[in-house]
Every structure is written in C-alpha cells, then in structure tokens.
Nanobody, 121 residues
Framework: QVQLVESGGGLVQAGGSLRLSCAAS????????MGWYRQAPGNQRELVAT???????NYVDSVKGRFTISRDNAKNTVYLQMNSLKPEDTAVYYC???????????????WGQGTQVTVSS
C-alpha cells in the first residue's frame, strides 16, 4: 500500500558529504513523523534523526552539528544532508515513515529498503 524508495547513498572520503532522499508513495492519507535510521555490520539498527510533520527535529548525539534532516510534505519526501562524514558513519541507512493509509484510522510504520553509505578514511 505504501512504498518508500531511498536514494543518494554511496562511497565518500572522510570529511565529505552525501544527501539521502526517501520518497513515499501509495495510498497515503497522511504522514506523521519521518526519520532515518542506520545499521552497521554487527550492530543494532539505531535512530539517526527524526522530523515531525510540523518540522520538529531530533538527532542522535553523534551526528548533531553534521547531519540535517528535512522534509517536503508536498512530495512526501524526507532528506538527510550528511556533512563532515566519518568512517564510523558507515552503515546501511533506512528511512521510516509513520503513515495513515487512506481508509484507515490508525498509523503504521513503513520502512525503505536501505541504502549503503561507506566513508573511507
């Protein structure tokens, strides 16, 4: 019913920048919060940043001042601008959207397929 498609991952040197995008499509009535999570090999998936539909943001301490989350509500799209990247940022990055599907009265979490970000030292 709802699909999230991510793009923008890749290989970058330490200190470089990348911009991730995640577009939601399908039978969407309303999207509440959207966010980015990451999972490195051998680690649990962790929250990176979230943004409400009103624009309030939240970041994990390790990315504060380097990453910026934003969204375009008209396009159902969330972005993650990543600057001053470090090797420890290497992970698969997943977007999540909390969506109310048309015809439903509750919200459901939907996840993207993930995009690899690799930062070389």
């Amino acid at each position: 019913q709802v699909q999230l498609v991510e793009s923008g991952g890749g290989l970058v040197q330490a200190g470089g920048s990348l911009r991730l995008s995640c577009a939601a499509s399908g039978s969407i009535f309303r999207i509440n919060a959207m966010g980015w999570y990451r999972q490195a090999p051998g680690n649990q998936r962790e929250l990176v940043a979230t943004i409400t539909n009103g624009g309030s943001t939240n970041y994990v301490d390790s990315v504060k001042g380097r990453f910026t989350i934003s969204r375009d509500n008209a396009k159902n799209t969330v972005y993650l601008q990543m600057n001053s990247l470090k090797p420890e940022d290497t992970a698969v990055y997943y977007c999540k959207a909390v969506v109310r599907v048309s015809g439903n009265y509750y919200y459901t979490d939907y996840w993207g397929q993930g995009t690899q970000v690799t930062v070389s030292s």
